[in-house]
C-alpha cells in the first residue's frame, strides 16, 4: 500500500477532502498537524500532531523523527505547510518543487522582484520596513498605492490607500495583522505596490516536468477594487476571449519557470487590463476553501483524488470541459459571533444549485478581510453557461439569512487567524 505524508493545518477547510480521496485510492495516510506544539503534550499527543509548520527548519528535524517508514509522497494541504512539504521531499529524495522555489512564491516581495526580473507586467513596488519612521513617511508612488502583509493569504494583510491618511492607517493595520500571524514579521516588513485596475481572474493548473495544464480559468465577476479584497464567486469556463486565456496560461507557464516550479499542483491570481495580464500571485497549491469541489464534473472525480494521483505517479483523467460551474464564497458581513444560518433549503431549491455548506460553526468569533482570512461557507452551482450560474449563486446567497451577534467589543486582538 502506497503511504502519503499529509501535512494537516488544523484550521483547512480541505482535511476531510484529501481523507476522503486517499481512502478511495486505499492510499496510508500519515497525517502531520500544526496544532499548539507547547500545549499538545500536554494533551497526550505524538509529535507528529504538534508541528510547527511556521518554523520549518525545525519542523523537518520533528516530523523525521517521528516519521518511522518513509511515505512515497509527502503533500502540504494549504499555504501554512508548503515549505515544510518542500523540505520533506528534498531529504527523502521524492519528486517535488524545490524549498527555494516554494519559499520564493510564498513571499509577495521576493515574486515582485521575480516578475520585474523576468521582464513580465509587474506594478511599481517597494519594500516598507519596520522602524517606526516609515510608518509615517508618505510611499514614493502615485496613488492608489495597495498594502500588503508579506506572506498571508486569502486577502488577509490587503489594503488599498488612496489617500495619503489612509496610506498611513493602512500601514499601521496591516503591521498589526502581519504581527498576528507570521512569527517573522518583525523581520519581514510590508509591501508597497500601485494598484493594478482591470477584472480579476484565477487559474487551477497541474505541472507536469515543468509544464502546465490548466485545469480550470475562473471569472471573478464582483470587483475587487478595494480597499479590502474578500473574494466571492469564483466562475469557470471564463468568459474571456480564448486569446486572453492563451495569454494567461503562457503568462503563468512563464512565472512558474522563472521562480522554479515545476510539479504539482498551481493556483495563480492576476488582473486583466488593457496592458495584459498582471500576476498578483502564484502558489504552489490548489485553490483554497472548499471551491475545488465545483472541478469534480469536469475532472471526473476530486480535485484531492487528482492530487494525490500526480504525487503517486498514478494516472491522471483527462479533463472534460461541459457544463459551467461555480462557486461563493460566503462573505462575512462584519465582526461577531456566528450564531447560525437559516433558509438553506429555499436556497437549495434555486435551479441550478448543487450544494451548501455552511463551515462556520455556531459561537465563531467572525471578521470579514483584511483581518479575517475565512468564509461563512460555500454555494456550489452548475449550469448550461457561466452566466446561468453566476444567476443562480447570486439567487441562492439572497435567500440565505446569517445570524451574527454583533453587538460586542471586537478588536484586532481577538479576530481568527
Not at 19 to 38: E, F, G, P, R, W
Amino acid at each position: 500500500m502506497k503511504r502519503v505524508l499529509l501535512l494537516l493545518p488544523t484550521a483547512s477547510y480541505r482535511n476531510e477532502d484529501f481523507l476522503a480521496a486517499a481512502k478511495k485510492l486505499n492510499v496510508d495516510i500519515i497525517s502531520a498537524a500544526d496544532y499548539c506544539h507547547q500545549l499538545a503534550p500536554l494533551w497526550g499527543m505524538s509529535p507528529i500532531q504538534a508541528v510547527p509548520f511556521d518554523q520549518p527548519e525545525v519542523a523537518l528535524k520533528q516530523v523525521l523523527a517521528a516519521l518511522g517508514r518513509e511515505p512515497d509522497a509527502v503533500l502540504a494541504v494549504d499555504d501554512a505547510g508548503l515549505e515544510l512539504a518542500a523540505l520533506l521531499r528534498e531529504r527523502l529524495h521524492l519528486p517535488g518543487n524545490p524549498p527555494a522555489a516554494v519559499r520564493l512564491t510564498r513571499d509577495k516581495l521576493a515574486f515582485r522582484r521575480l516578475l520585474q526580473s523576468g521582464g513580465l507586467n509587474c506594478p511599481d513596488f517597494y519594500h516598507l520596513g519596520n522602524d517606526a519612521q516609515t510608518a509615517t513617511l508618505l510611499p514614493p508612488l502615485q496613488f492608489p498605492v495597495v498594502v500588503k502583509a508579506r506572506r498571508l493569504s486569502a486577502s488577509r494583510g490587503v489594503i488599498r490607500a488612496d489617500t495619503p491618511r489612509a496610506y498611513i492607517q493602512a500601514v499601521q493595520w496591516v503591521r498589526g495583522i502581519q504581527i498576528k500571524a507570521d512569527r517573522d514579521a518583525a523581520k519581514l516588513g510590508l509591501v508597497v505596490e500601485s494598484f493594478i485596475p482591470g477584472r480579476e481572474y484565477a487559474l487551477e493548473g497541474l505541472l507536469q516536468d515543468g509544464r502546465l495544464q490548466v485545469l480550470a480559468l475562473f471569472d471573478k465577476p464582483d470587483p475587487l477594487d478595494g480597499p479590502y479584497f474578500e473574494e466571492t464567486l469564483y466562475i469557470t469556463p471564463s468568459r474571456l476571449p480564448q486569446a486572453k486565456q492563451d495569454e494567461i496560461a503562457q503568462t503563468v507557464q512563464r512565472a512558474c519557470e522563472l521562480a522554479g516550479l515545476t510539479s504539482g499542483p498551481v493556483h495563480a491570481e492576476m488582473r486583466v487590463n488593457e496592458q495584459g495580464v498582471w500576476l498578483l500571485e502564484i502558489a504552489a497549491r490548489s485553490i483554497g476553501g472548499l471551491c475545488g469541489r465545483v472541478l469534480r464534473h469536469a475532472l471526473g472525480m476530486s480535485l484531492e483524488e487528482l492530487i494525490l494521483r500526480h504525487a503517486l505517479n498514478q494516472p491522471l483523467p483527462q479533463v472534460q470541459y461541459g457544463e459551467a460551474g461555480g462557486v461563493m464564497m460566503i462573505p462575512i458581513p462584519g465582526h461577531g459571533i456566528f450564531q447560525g444560518a437559516r433558509n438553506l433549503e429555499a436556497a437549495l431549491q434555486v435551479a441550478g444549485i448543487s450544494d451548501i455548506q455552511i463551515t462556520a460553526t455556531p459561537g465563531q468569533i467572525i471578521a470579514p478581510p483584511p483581518e479575517g482570512a475565512g468564509y461563512l461557507g460555500f454555494i456550489f452551482a452548475h449550469g448550461i453557461s457561466p452566466d446561468t450560474v453566476e444567476s443562480s449563486l447570486r439567487q441562492a446567497h439572497q435567500r440565505l439569512v446569517f445570524e451574527i451577534r454583533a453587538d460586542i467589543p471586537v478588536n484586532q486582538a481577538n479576530c481568527p487567524t
